[in-house]
């Protein structure tokens, strides 16, 4: 079966919290799950609509703050022009509208957004980031999971 997902991570891996978006995809590249491309960028570039258009579902992971309640959220996301794509406050659902723009087709996608509360120069994460990185990890294997049964269903 020929990948059906792409995890973006991303955030600045420099500045504390902002970097556990990278983290989350580079372990869940470290799984090794064949259906699945894991990105870990600093930033969400106009480039990488060429590689999304060629996925089922997109997951983008990013650190927010503050989050609400600082809870890990998990939404869907449509495509929208409306949102800039300039650098790291670049939207993912600007990028999902640039896919749909110049291929005529975008994936299905997820925003993952974790609690951070240290923003400041440096390389650790957060005892909060820490722990939304941990439940992220858990929620997008769920979102994963569903992805597998259905395949496998479909295939069927």
């Known amino acids: 079966m020929d990948k059906t997902v792409m995890i973006i991570g991303y955030g600045n891996d420099l500045r504390s919290d902002d970097g556990v978006g990278q983290r989350i995809a580079n372990e869940i590249a ?4 064949s259906t699945v491309k894991s990105l870990a960028v600093h930033q969400l570039t106009p480039d990488l609509a060429a590689t999304l258009a060629s996925f089922e ?21 449509l495509p929208t022009s409306s949102c800039t794509l300039v650098g790291h406050t670049g939207d993912p659902r600007s ?3 640039l896919t749909q723009a110049i291929y005529g087709y975008c994936p299905q996608a997820w925003w993952v957004t ?11 994460i957060s005892q909060i980031a ?13 979102i994963l999971d569903k992805v597998k049964n259905l395949c496998a269903n479909l295939e069927d």
């Open 114 to 124: 974790v609690p951070g509360i240290n923003f400041e120069v440096g390389d650790r």
């Open 130 to 142: 820490d722990n939304g990185k941990a439940i992220a990890l858990v929620k997008i294997s769920h």
């Open 95 to 97: 990028l999902l509208a």
């Open 57 to 77: 579902l997109a997951i983008f992971v990013d650190a927010c703050f503050p989050c609400e309640g600082f809870d890990v959220q998990v939404r869907s996301l």
């Open 30 to 33: 470290a799984w090794g799950l």
